[in-house]
């Protein structure tokens, strides 16, 4: 139900910005609505012509005189209504929640900071499993923070699974993860490589505008703005925005899948009986 709420609403948010880029739109919104999409509105409200000595009066009063040369309030929202539309129609809620989760609320550094706490701590876990047995294991990984994956598999040795169990156990979640991953990664991939075509959308709607209106000088300046500026916020939105989530995003799935390759090794050790000194030297180096 909600997935189907969230589709509607995706395909208002694709209508508005075509409904927006005509004339009747653009006038019903700001003075049937009294929304400020113009420049002018823009800068009332936020101070900017107090900023800016060179702009006369006459120019401040041009509603569609683009800010600074680059910012352009309705081929701005154009191009983020878009987006957002394109996003509600396409991807699930629930993929939507995993992305933004897992690389805008989900840090990295934190993350590989724990696996060097977990480094650290391996070679003194193998002692005490050795010597007190899952209850000492567990007193150590209670002191600190730890990866995901470990609390799992301290209690599946709690539990006395069999160490060969628990390695299959883990491998098997290991490859849910990281299809898991994978498959939203693709997702943010291709949303990256959408967005400058949703900007070229802008693009071919400006130039049919300009085209329409030749003969009218004061609106080619507008319909150049919306034709250009909309590709040029896809371009940034897709190289600033998208993919620098996209790069957060592999480099949790890279630290989630050493979470589980350092549990897979140490449960390895703990099956041998082999001494706790090989863990350090396998990991003390990694992260």
Not at 161 to 178: H, L, Q, S, T
Not at 265 to 277: H, M, N
């Amino acid at each position: 139900m909600f997935q189907f709420i969230a589709r509607i609403i995706g395909v208002l948010f694709i209508i508005f910005p075509v409904y927006l880029s005509t004339e009747i739109g653009e006038i019903y919104l700001n003075e049937g609505l009294g929304l400020p999409f113009n420049n002018a509105a823009f800068r009332v409200l936020s101070g900017i012509e107090n900023d800016i000595p060179s702009l006369e009066n006459t120019a401040v009063e041009d509603n569609n005189q683009p800010i600074y040369g680059i910012i352009d309030i309705k081929s701005f929202v154009f191009m983020v209504t878009l987006l957002i539309g394109f996003i509600l129609v396409s991807y699930d809620l629930r993929q939507i929640q995993f992305i933004i989760r897992e690389s805008i609320f989900r840090s990295p550094a934190k993350m590989n900071a724990q696996m060097v706490i977990l480094a650290n701590k391996l070679k003194n876990m193998s002692d005490q499993y050795y010597t007190s047995g899952a209850s000492g294991i567990d007193s150590a990984i209670r002191t600190s923070e730890m990866p995901r994956v470990w609390p799992v598999l301290i209690e599946n040795i709690q539990l006395k699974i069999p160490f060969d169990d628990i390695v299959e156990i883990m491998g098997n979640e290991a490859g849910i993860v990281r299809k898991q991953y994978d498959l939203h990664l693709k997702a943010v991939s291709t949303l990256a490589n959408i967005l400058p075509s949703l900007g070229i959308i802008g693009t071919v709607l400006g130039l049919i505008k300009l085209l329409f209106n030749l003969t009218e000088p004061t609106l080619i300046g507008p319909s150049m703005a919306l034709a250009l500026l909309t590709t040029l916020y896809g371009l940034f939105i897709s190289v600033l925005i998208i993919k620098p989530i996209g790069v957060r995003l592999e480099n949790v799935k890279n630290l989630q899948m050493d979470a589980f390759q350092v549990a897979a090794f140490w449960v390895g050790l703990l099956s041998t009986g082999k001494p706790s000194f090989y863990v350090e030297q396998k990991f003390i180096d990694k992260f």
